[in-house]
Structure formats: C-alpha cells, structure tokens
C-alpha cells in the first residue's frame, strides 16, 4: 500500500472503509519491530471484518513511517485528517511520536497508542492500551528482590521521553522500599559506535550493582546485550528489562541473554488457548504480508509483544464503536472505563491507565521462559 502522502482520498462521509492511520516504525532503533506489528495489525483486521466490520466497514489502513523525525510523523497524520482520509489513529511506536500525534488529532479523532509507556497521557480522545511502569517495573523489581535478593540497581535508557519518564516512576515507586536505584545513564536513539557502549559499562562498573535496568529500544538493546555479555557482565550482573521481546533476543543471540529477565504482558509462551490462537493467526498473517518460505513451512517468528499490543490496540479502537465508526466520544467513554480480552488475558482501562496481567520471564538462550506472574 503507498505511503500516506502519496494517497489522495473522497470525504469519508461517502466511504464504505474504516480508514486508519496505521503508524509503525519502518526504520531507526524500533524498526526491528515493524514487520510483526504489521502482520498483528492484518490479522487484527481480517478478524473484525469477520464479524461484521466496524459499523459494517470493512478495515482499510493507510500506513505512515513512525520511525522517523515525531513532527514529520505527526505532520503526516495532520494532513490526513485535515483532509477527511482517516478516521482514526494507532499503532506501535514510540512516545516521542505519541507525544508529537496527540498534539495534532487530540479531540479530532480517536487515537489507540498500543505501546506499554511511561504514563500519565491525558490528550482528548487518545486512549493509551499498554502496561504503565507499576504494573509492569516495580512488580518485577519486587519480585527479584524476594526471589533473587537483587536490591541495587543501575538504569541504561535511551535519551526521550518514554526512558526518563519511566525511570521517574520508578524511582517513586521504590520510594520506602530497600531497594535503590545507584544511577542512570541515558544514551541517543541509534547508538552504533561501540566506544559508546563502553563508556556505559564503566559506568556501570563503576556503580557496582546487582543489575541492570534497561530501557533501551530494538536494535540499541541488541547492541547493549551484546556488548554487556562481551564485557563478561553478564556473569554477575544481572539484566531487567521491561521493553524487550522474542524479536531483539533472537537478534541479540544466544551468547548474548545470560541473566536476563523480562517483563510484558504478553509472551509468545502463554500457556492458555487464546495465546495459541493468536500465535497461530500471527504465523498466517505473517507469512501473508511477507512471504513464506518452502510450501508448508511457515516463515514467521514468534509473535512478541510488540505485535500482540499492536492487534490488541485496534481490537480496542474497534470496540468501542457504537453505531458508527469510533468517535471522539466513543474514546471519551472508553478513557473512564472499559474492558477487553487480549491474547494474554482480560485488561481493564479506567481513568486511562490500562491494567494488564503481567508476567515476568528469563532467557534461555533465544527462548524465553515464562517463570511467574508478578501483577
């Protein structure tokens, strides 16, 4: 499908689609995740059109590159809107980009951000789907400290919005507890320069604590795993991490993910009948968008939670319709209260804050192994 700048639509009063701006990253740190996404979002569609559509319009997406400059990427959305082509927003990508989206379409349309984040989004008609830090950072850092006796730890982010905001609540969040936080260190998006790197593990060494907190995105936390087990860390700090899935361990590789841990809602290793469903139509999807391999044999990864929030998301931007395609209002409505089954399980939204069940994982090799529930 052509990039948004290059379509040309009729007033949507006169369409017989549900037209979405489909933001996903396609290049920079969180391109890694973009294929998935995809495919999540195709079968995401297929499924709603299955039942009846959205107010009886079939799905359509026009996709915009959320991987590049956020008011570029915001620019693009507003043209849209401003020209009647879209009806809506979502998608999986970062908050600098959320941030940038919601100042263009607040109270226009809604806007589904399926991402977990930092927390605290309040933008009219902007619905926010994913974990928040408490539910998904300090559960875990709790739990490790029962189960693994790790108290001290030291925070590697990138430098934006979601790495600082997270790392504030969760600094707030351990507030009367034992255990601390020794330092931060946040880095540019798209570090490749391994000196880079190196001056984040002295820091790291120099701080001396029981792990490490990474909030790093996509490409930037393959760079630092590697570099981490490179450095021999590995063996005796360990790793926490709250943005990491199926698709950057396996990039990472296995010498790479000796104590790591890592939190999300969902995990391809769910062991319950909607997590097999949806791992199962995630294959199809992705196979379908992007090729498959030798005649049954399917080419796709284990779906990670980038691609599960991303057809979560517009399951709930479709829900909330009522008897016509979702407005402002239905998202309104939506923000004080409302429910949906997700393929990891039942989530509830009030007052904007999504509340998901949350497990905690560790990496064995490129594998991940769900070992408990920590919300």
Same mark, same amino acid.
């Given at each position: 499908?052509?990039?948004? %700048?290059?379509?040309?639509?009729?007033?949507?009063?006169?369409?017989?689609?549900?037209?979405?701006?489909? +933001?996903?990253?396609?290049?920079?740190?969180?391109?890694?995740?973009?294929?998935?996404?995809?495919?999540?979002?195709? $079968?995401? %569609?297929?499924?709603?059109? +299955?039942?009846?559509?959205?107010?009886?319009?079939?799905?359509?997406?026009? !996709?915009?590159?959320?991987?590049?400059?956020?008011?570029?990427?915001?620019?693009?959305?507003?043209?849209?809107?401003?020209?009647?082509?879209?009806?809506?927003?979502?998608?999986?990508?970062?908050?600098?980009?959320?941030?940038?989206?919601?100042?263009?379409?607040?109270?226009?349309?809604?806007?589904?951000?399926?991402?977990?984040?930092?927390?605290?989004?309040?933008?009219?008609?902007?619905?926010?789907?994913?974990?928040?830090?408490?539910?998904?950072?300090?559960?875990?850092?709790?739990?490790?400290?029962?189960?693994?006796?790790?108290?001290? #730890?030291?925070?590697?982010?990138?430098?934006?919005? #979601?790495?600082?905001?997270?790392?504030?609540?969760?600094?707030?969040? $351990?507030?009367?507890?034992?255990?601390?936080?020794?330092?931060?260190?946040?880095?540019?998006?798209?570090?490749?320069?391994?000196?880079? #790197?190196?001056?984040?593990?002295?820091?790291?060494?120099?701080?001396?604590?029981?792990?490490?907190?990474?909030?790093?995105?996509?490409?930037?936390?393959?760079?630092?795993?590697?570099?981490?087990?490179?450095?021999?860390?590995?063996?005796?700090?360990?790793?926490?991490?709250?943005?990491?899935?199926?698709?950057?361990?396996?990039?990472?590789?296995?010498? @790479?993910?000796?104590?790591?841990?890592?939190?999300?809602?969902?995990?391809?290793?769910?062991?319950?009948?909607?997590?097999?469903?949806?791992?199962?139509?995630?294959?199809?999807?992705?196979?379908?968008?992007?090729?498959?391999?030798?005649?049954?044999?399917? +080419? %796709?990864?284990?779906?990670?939670?980038?691609?599960?929030?991303?057809?979560?998301?517009?399951?709930?931007?479709?829900?909330? @319709?009522?008897?016509?395609?979702?407005?402002?209002?239905?998202?309104?409505?939506?923000?004080?209260?409302?429910?949906?089954?997700?393929?990891?399980?039942?989530?509830?939204?009030?007052?904007? %804050?999504?509340? !998901?069940?949350?497990?905690?994982?560790?990496?064995?090799?490129?594998?991940?192994?769900?070992? @408990?529930?920590?919300?």
């Amino acid at each position: 499908m052509p990039d948004a %700048a290059a379509r040309t639509e009729r007033p949507r009063s006169h369409r017989n689609e549900f037209r979405v701006a489909l +933001a996903l990253p396609r290049r920079g740190p969180a391109g890694i995740f973009g294929l998935e996404c995809r495919a999540a979002a195709e $079968l995401a %569609a297929a499924e709603i059109d +299955a039942a009846g559509g959205v107010a009886g319009r079939s799905v359509q997406f026009v !996709h915009v590159d959320a991987g590049g400059d956020p008011a570029a990427v915001a620019g693009s959305i507003r043209d849209l809107v401003d020209a009647g082509s879209v009806d809506a927003v979502t998608g999986w990508h970062l908050s600098n980009a959320r941030q940038a989206i919601a100042k263009v379409v607040g109270g226009r349309i809604p806007y589904v951000y399926a991402a977990a984040y930092e927390g605290g989004e309040r933008s009219d008609g902007v619905l926010c789907s994913g974990e928040v830090p408490g539910d998904q950072i300090i559960a875990s850092l709790r739990w490790l400290r029962t189960e693994l006796r790790l108290r001290r #730890w030291f925070i590697v982010g990138n430098d934006y919005v #979601w790495p600082r905001g997270s790392a504030a609540a969760t600094r707030a969040g $351990l507030e009367g507890t034992d255990i601390s936080i020794l330092g931060e260190r946040f880095v540019p998006l798209g570090v490749d320069d391994p000196q880079g #790197w190196d001056r984040v593990l002295a820091d790291i060494v120099a701080a001396d604590p029981d792990g490490v907190v990474t909030l790093l995105v996509g490409s930037d936390a393959v760079r630092f795993n590697r570099a981490f087990a490179e450095s021999g860390l590995d063996a005796t700090v360990t790793r926490f991490s709250p943005f990491t899935d199926e698709t950057v361990v396996l990039a990472s590789g296995s010498p @790479a993910t000796r104590n790591l841990f890592i939190s999300a809602g969902w995990f391809a290793g769910l062991a319950s009948a909607s997590a097999a469903e949806f791992s199962a139509g995630f294959s199809r999807a992705f196979d379908l968008v992007n090729g498959t391999g030798p005649i049954g044999e399917s +080419a %796709a990864p284990q779906p990670g939670t980038m691609a599960e929030t991303t057809y979560s998301g517009l399951h709930l931007l479709a829900g909330i @319709a009522t008897t016509s395609v979702p407005t402002v209002e239905d998202a309104r409505r939506a923000f004080d209260g409302w429910g949906w089954d997700s393929p990891h399980g039942p989530v509830d939204l009030e007052r904007g %804050a999504a509340r !998901h069940p949350v497990h905690l994982a560790v990496a064995r090799g490129v594998e991940l192994d769900v070992i @408990a529930r920590v919300h």
